[in-house]
């Protein structure tokens, strides 16, 4: 099956640092990654939808000079956590849509998630 | 914009015994229906899917769900749960030609008692 990575997955940082998390696509190519963000016993919030070759796309209330998305490749998408805050800790979870040529139209495979932490 | 609903935060269950969650959704266009399991500290795993054809979808472990277009509704079942089924449950939609954004319901914690 398509299996996707993120690393790390949990990070503790000091307030004003910058944190990135990667996320990578092991056994296919996605054009389409997505970024969310859970805090504890709540749902998954969709931060943003990163397109390998142009810019992310950002959801309403998400800050985009805060959260910097990277997708320079087929495999890989990077989020940057910058000048992280106490609000900031909270579990990230990426997924990679898999081609839509795969026939497998509209399924998307997470992540495990990184725990960031900022103290 | 569309979403979703999960009637119940937690549903305790004893082992064996029958579980339904409770899953509605709102959109003005046609829909895929999921339903994730996530277990602690872990990423969402799939555990079921429609997509179109036969409203009914199965799992391999057991779990069943019914999509019904009337009642704007993916229920997710199983008559028998183990202990492992112990997990946060999430349903999810996605609109058909809007990049397969998922938005997902608030979750159902199952806790399965011995």
């Known amino acids: 099956g398509a299996v996707v990575s993120q690393h790390p997955s949990r990070v503790i940082c000091k307030s004003g640092t910058s944190v990135k998390i990667e996320c990578r696509s092991l056994d296919f190519q996605a054009t389409t990654m997505f970024w969310y963000r859970q805090f504890p016993k709540q749902s998954l919030m969709l931060m943003a939808t990163s397109n390998e070759g142009s810019k992310a796309t950002y959801e309403q209330g998400v800050e985009k000079d805060k959260f910097l998305i990277n997708h320079a490749s087929l495999t890989l998408s990077t989020l940057t956590v910058t000048s992280a805050h106490p609000e900031d800790s909270s579990f990230y979870i990426c997924s990679a849509r898999v081609p839509i040529t795969s026939g497998k139209t509209g399924e998307q495979f997470f992540g495990p998630g990184t725990r960031l932490t900022v103290l | 914009a569309q979403s979703v609903t999960q009637l119940d935060s937690q549903v305790p269950v004893f082992e064996e015994a029958p579980v339904e969650l409770r899953c509605n959704y709102s959109?003005?266009?046609?829909?895929?229906l999921f339903w994730y399991v996530q277990y602690p500290n872990q990423g969402l795993q799939l555990l079921l899917k429609?997509?179109?054809?036969?409203?009914l979808v199965e799992s391999i472990n057991g779990f069943e769900a019914e999509f019904n277009k009337s009642q704007t509704s993916f229920h997710l079942r199983k008559p028998s749960v183990h202990i492992s089924d112990t997990a946060e449950y999430f349903c999810?939609?996605?609109?058909?030609?809007?990049?397969?954004?998922?938005?997902f319901g608030g979750g159902t914690r199952v806790l399965v008692k011995p």
């Open positions: 429609y997509l179109s054809g036969s409203t």
């Open positions: 999810a939609v996605s609109e058909k030609a809007a990049g397969n954004k998922l938005t």
């Open positions: 959109s003005s266009v046609s829909v895929y």
